[in-house]
């Protein structure tokens, strides 16, 4: 085709300005992010405006032959994302409208946009010919005007004058933006300064296989991906347990962003055919909704752990995020890997994220047949390792059945991985609450904030060590810490008001603020009752801490009868009343389900049954219990610590003085 007939390639409508060639959009000339498919639909509705755009000719110009991808999603995602970056509204469009079932039709004018060109240029192109015409309507070629070298330097002064004076009023005003648009129109500012992002999140991955038994792997390599992205020091990484709240949401991106207090959120999707696997992820601005960047990865299920690097890298480089150069190499790392390994990891993941028994155990399962799979499969490893612990800790056994094998498969995950942050985390766990050698634990945790700065699990089972120390200042900060990476979790604000934070530090209106925050944000959740029934009885509330009983007692599945039953033994024996109800209830409970030793030794203290409680202090060691750590910070042991067997069992627990 003659240039002359081409269509221009630099186009105009509304506000907007479209370069084809560079694959630029502008607004008011500030250039607004819109890549890839959404882009590429874009300059198609362009080229035939007014016309209809058939969606099997969208299929034929950017997937041709593409059998792999869900064809409709990717369409709708891609027009999405365009009307977003033109504030298009599909219910009332300016620009884009849609026929059902058939394309969209691009309604709006367009018209060559012919951008200025600087004066020496125009000059050259235009020496030869004549002055415009037409009543002064017309671009008035420079090189055609002559004039004194006087005249001209007073024009250039004047000019000149007039601009600086314009740019100093905006600089100064810069109302609402328009000092911005202004500028650039100008030429004084030629690109859109970039967001500074220092906080993201990784919301859910859309499952486009539409096979409800691949959901673990779409939640699983959303994990896989905060987890790659959390080795990143300079970013604050939103964890699994509060983006996970958000899967299937209808929610506003900002509205997202504000409730998780982030600069930046990824979506994006996954899929998996046969060998190879799809991810598709749009990284946005989270206060403006705008698109920064969008990239498709597609690889063999051997190279995933690769994939997500390569994600984690590129969002890194698109944010400017400062990498630390081991954090590059950590990213740079990934090693091809089992599929079925993989698939079988992803599964035990899926499982142990559940917390209960029947999880843990399917867990297990899982984990124990990756590493069958794939003995060199270091992740498995550590998932094993973690199985065990939350076995140990849980009160399901006891403790002594399962440590011992959470702390060895934890070092074998980094005999073979020393870079795994979640077993050095595990491990540390292991020192703490089975071998009570508090150097070697604070040293793994180290480590594995180190290694993953973002891991909140890690954050707040330091700050439990600190606080078990004796270090409270240290372990509210830890504690606050472990929040911010993970604001949607009830279990990490109860380990704020409680484990690693106020109660242990005795400020108990603290506590009792956290608490309540969280039983305002999870009023189905049972734990922080519980937890008000302690601070309420150390601050001698006693009325409240039964009331709080109950309702946790409630929420946990019990009858109302044995809710009106713990009611009348206070009501008849006050506190002694309460707590020879409770001990009688675990006693009945022990008959089938194991009792932690420190549950009973904390009642017969409250009786001021010192030998009673003693004996159960010494069963609890035996076990390992971990809820024995509590010995020097917990007030309800406060009547026994003059005691000469209460001080031998801190000297046996190795507590540093």
Known sequence: MNESNARPRQLRFSVFEVDLRTGELRKQGLKVKLHGQ??????????????????????????????????????NSSIKRLREALGDDPAAPRFIETLPRHGYRFIAPVEPHHPLTPSSERRGANADSPPASGGGQGVVAVGAIHESPLRRHWVAAVAGGFVAAVVAVLLALNAAGLGDRLLTALGARRAVPAPRIESIAVLPLENLSRDPEQEYFA?????????????????????????????????????????????????????????????????????????????????????????QSEVARAIADEIKARVQPQEQARLATARPVNPEAHRLYLLGRFYWNKRTEEGLKNALDHFQRAVETDPTYAPAYAGLADSY???????????????????????????????????????????????????????????????????????????????????????????????????????????????????????YDEAIRTLRDAVSLFPEYPQPYWCLVAVYEAKGMYQEAIAAYQKAESLSGASPAEVAALGQAYAKGGMRGYYLWKIEKLREKSKHDYVRPVDLAYLYAGLGEKDQAFSYLENAYQDRDWMLNLLQIEPAFDPLRSDSRFQDLLRRMNFPR
């Open 219 to 307: 939640d699983g390599m959303t994990e896989e991906l905060i987890t790659n992205l959390g080795k990143i020091s300079a970013l604050r990484v939103i964890s699994r347990t509060s983006v996970m709240q958000y899967k299937g949401t209808k929610k506003p991106l900002p509205q997202i962003a504000r409730e998780l207090n982030v600069d930046a959120v990824v979506e994006g999707t996954v899929q998996r055919s046969g060998d190879r696997v799809r991810i598709t992820a749009n990284l946005l601005h989270a206060s403006t909704d705008r698109h920064l960047w969008a990239e498709t990865y597609e690889r063999d299920l051997r190279d995933v752990l690769t994939l």
């Open 389 to 507: 612990l939350q076995l140990a800790n849980s009160g399901f056994r006891p403790p002594n059945e399962f440590m011992p094998r959470a702390k060895a498969v934890a070092q074998k995950a980094l005999d073979i991985d020393e870079s795994l942050g979640e077993a050095h985390t595990t491990l540390a766990e292991a020192h703490k609450d089975y071998d009570w050698d508090w150097p070697a634990c604070e040293k793994e945790f180290k480590r594995a904030i180190e290694l993953n700065p973002n891991y909140a699990t890690a954050h707040m089972w330091y700050a439990e060590y600190l606080s078990l120390t004796r270090r409270h200042a240290e372990a509210i900060a830890e504690a606050q810490r472990a929040q911010q990476l993970d604001p949607l979790s009830p279990v990490i604000r109860v380990v704020l008001a409680i484990y690693g934070g106020y109660f242990y530090a005795r400020q």
């Open 38 to 75: 959404p882009f590429q639909i874009l300059a198609m509705l362009l080229e035939r405006p007014g016309e209809l755009v058939t969606r099997e000719e969208i299929r034929e110009k950017l997937w041709p032959g593409d059998t792999f991808i869900d064809f409709e999603h990717s369409v």
